[in-house]
């Protein structure tokens, strides 16, 4: 275990270079202290002023030396609280077959944060995960995720004082937008703001129980989409009672399933000559074109406010299921192809059914969000039962990644849009360049 703690001291003086100045004092006063008493023997006169006693006296200092710098690292590899946090595990019975608790090797803030690093021979990652609500009565902590560190034998785990208490809402503000191309900004987590780059992970996927926030969620993704000069579809069958009527400005809501296809087309008619274009120009994707050629070609975000209502087909008669296939086939191509030309989709679903979206469009979606869900819920959008063992009942508006972070959405109005000026463009043309 001391070697651990020297380990992680030597670390921790190779992040913050000032605290070499320790050591480097402490060396320093023992080079003075062999100076003076070097020079008390030769006061003394014989036997003492001889090459005997000066030897020892050498050998002595070096020892000391030696012993103070293995104890001044091993302080540097000490967390002041790391007593109090072995006596909190002893009294959880968190230790190993000796009876001793892993080694907190490290206690780091992290934004709103905090980050332990533990180090045991012989406590595996899944008993951290296996006591977790021990963990966080004993550290008086809200534990945000489990992870292994730099081996087996270390392990990470972030979390946040369990007496901070978060906001109900983060009102979103324009001053948060991105001027990186094609930057999303989500909200905050307890180390840091939660972003999404649409130009390289193209498509999104919400879920959340109702009531958990996942409609302001992609209203926040939409809205700063459209202030960037996105060109937005918004599919919305409960016939768009969820958005004001300046969204009906700023988007194309669609609240026909055939009204949707036929949009659908129409985008894919628009892949097909981007496809061209960029040919002709030798470039790979809508970013690198516009760079080279100087257009300003526009980014088309195809949206499902409740996707389920289309996709899954269960009560369908034949014809309803028919237009729901065509649909699902579009939303694939799209799905497969769209990031390098422009075209992106965001879903968002609180059904519970693992029939809503196929394997092949789900593989394509990068980027899976879930809010307060059941278990059923959260294991079809994350592929793990995680937002509804951490997103408690009333966390309207926190959101955990399939990336494993956990943050608090910010808050969008619907008069986000107010200030703005909107031109309806409907036709393939005008679609194409802004």
């Given at each position: 275990?001391?070697?651990?703690?020297?380990?992680?001291?030597?670390?921790?003086?190779?992040?913050?270079?000032?605290?070499?100045?320790?050591?480097?004092a402490?060396?320093?006063?023992?080079?003075?202290?062999?100076?003076?008493?070097?020079?008390?023997?030769?006061?003394?006169?014989?036997?003492?002023?001889?090459?005997?006693?000066?030897?020892?006296?050498?050998?002595?200092?070096?020892?000391?030396?030696?012993?103070?710098?293995?104890?001044?690292?091993?302080?540097?590899g000490?967390?002041?609280?790391?007593?109090?946090?072995?006596?909190?595990?002893?009294?959880?019975?968190?230790?190993?077959?000796?009876?001793?608790?892993?080694?907190?090797?490290?206690?780091?803030?992290?934004g709103?944060?905090?980050?332990?690093?533990?180090?045991?021979?012989?406590?595996?990652?899944?008993?951290?995960?296996n006591?977790?609500?021990?963990?966080?009565?004993?550290?008086?902590?809200?534990?945000?995720?489990?992870?292994?560190?730099?081996?087996?034998?270390?392990t990470?785990?972030?979390?946040?004082?369990?007496?901070?208490?978060e906001?109900?809402?983060?009102?979103?503000?324009?001053?948060?937008?991105?001027?990186?191309?094609?930057?999303?900004?989500?909200?905050?987590?307890?180390?840091?703001?939660?972003?999404?780059?649409?130009?390289?992970?193209?498509?999104?996927?919400?879920?959340?129980?109702?009531?958990?926030?996942?409609?302001?969620?992609?209203?926040?993704?939409?809205?700063?989409?459209?202030?960037?000069?996105?060109?937005?579809?918004?599919?919305?069958?409960?016939?768009?009672?969820?958005?004001?009527?300046?969204?009906?400005?700023?988007?194309?809501?669609?609240?026909?399933?055939?009204?949707?296809?036929?949009?659908?087309?129409k985008?894919?008619?628009?892949?097909?000559i981007?496809?061209?274009?960029?040919?002709?120009?030798?470039?790979?994707?809508?970013?690198?074109?516009?760079k080279?050629?100087?257009?300003n070609?526009?980014?088309?975000?195809?949206a499902?406010?409740?996707?389920?209502?289309?996709?899954d087909?269960?009560?369908?008669?034949?014809?309803?299921?028919?237009?729901?296939?065509?649909?699902?086939?579009?939303?694939?191509?799209?799905?497969?192809?769209?990031?390098?030309?422009?075209?992106?989709l965001?879903?968002?679903?609180?059904?519970?059914s693992?029939?809503?979206?196929?394997?092949?469009?789900?593989?394509?979606?990068?980027?899976?969000?879930?809010?307060?869900?059941?278990?059923?819920l959260?294991?079809?959008?994350?592929?793990?039962?995680?937002?509804?063992?951490?997103?408690?009942?009333?966390?309207?508006?926190?959101?955990?990644?399939?990336?494993?972070?956990?943050?608090?959405?910010?808050?969008?109005?619907?008069?986000?849009?107010?200030?703005?000026?909107?031109?309806?463009?409907?036709?393939?043309?005008?679609?194409?360049?802004?």
């Amino acid at each position: 275990m001391n070697n651990q703690r020297i380990i992680a001291g030597v670390r921790h003086i190779k992040k913050k270079k000032i605290l070499i100045l320790f050591p480097a004092a402490y060396i320093s006063l023992m080079i003075l202290l062999m100076f003076l008493l070097n020079k008390l023997l030769q006061k003394m006169g014989e036997p003492y002023s001889g090459k005997v006693f000066e030897i020892v006296l050498y050998i002595f200092i070096v020892e000391l030396i030696i012993i103070g710098l293995i104890g001044i690292i091993q302080l540097f590899g000490m967390p002041l609280s790391s007593r109090k946090v072995a006596n909190a595990l002893i009294n959880i019975d968190f230790v190993d077959n000796e009876g001793k608790p892993p080694l907190l090797i490290s206690k780091k803030k992290d934004g709103k944060g905090i980050v332990y690093e533990f180090y045991s021979s012989s406590i595996a990652l899944n008993q951290y995960k296996n006591h977790f609500a021990d963990f966080e009565t004993a550290l008086n902590i809200r534990i945000v995720d489990v992870l292994s560190g730099s081996d087996k034998r270390h392990t990470i785990i972030k979390a946040v004082n369990g007496n901070d208490i978060e906001p109900e809402l983060i009102v979103w503000n324009d001053k948060y937008l991105s001027d990186k191309d094609f930057e999303l900004i989500l909200g905050e987590s307890y180390f840091g703001i939660e972003r999404i780059d649409i130009s390289s992970t193209p498509h999104v996927l919400i879920g959340g129980g109702s009531g958990s926030g996942k409609t302001k969620l992609l209203k926040l993704i939409l809205m700063e989409a459209r202030k960037k000069n996105a060109i937005i579809f918004l599919a919305d069958f409960k016939g768009g009672v969820d958005y004001p009527a300046i969204w009906h400005k700023a988007c194309y809501i669609i609240t026909e399933p055939e009204a949707l296809d036929k949009q659908l087309e129409k985008v894919l008619e628009i892949l097909e000559i981007r496809r061209k274009m960029f040919v002709e120009a030798g470039t790979p994707n809508i970013s690198e074109y516009n760079k080279k050629t100087g257009s300003n070609l526009c980014r088309i975000i195809i949206a499902c406010d409740e996707v389920a209502e289309i996709l899954d087909t269960t009560g369908f008669d034949k014809e309803k299921k028919s237009l729901a296939g065509k649909i699902e086939g579009k939303f694939s191509t799209i799905a497969r192809l769209g990031r390098a030309f422009g075209l992106h989709l965001i879903f968002a679903t609180q059904r519970p059914s693992s029939d809503v979206i196929n394997g092949q469009i789900k593989n394509n979606i990068g980027y899976r969000i879930c809010g307060r869900a059941d278990h059923i819920l959260s294991q079809i959008i994350l592929d793990n039962a995680e937002a509804s063992e951490k997103i408690a009942a009333n966390d309207q508006g926190m959101f955990l990644t399939n990336t494993g972070t956990l943050f608090k959405a910010y808050y969008v109005e619907d008069n986000c849009f107010e200030s703005i000026e909107f031109e309806r463009k409907l036709n393939i043309e005008n679609m194409l360049v802004k």
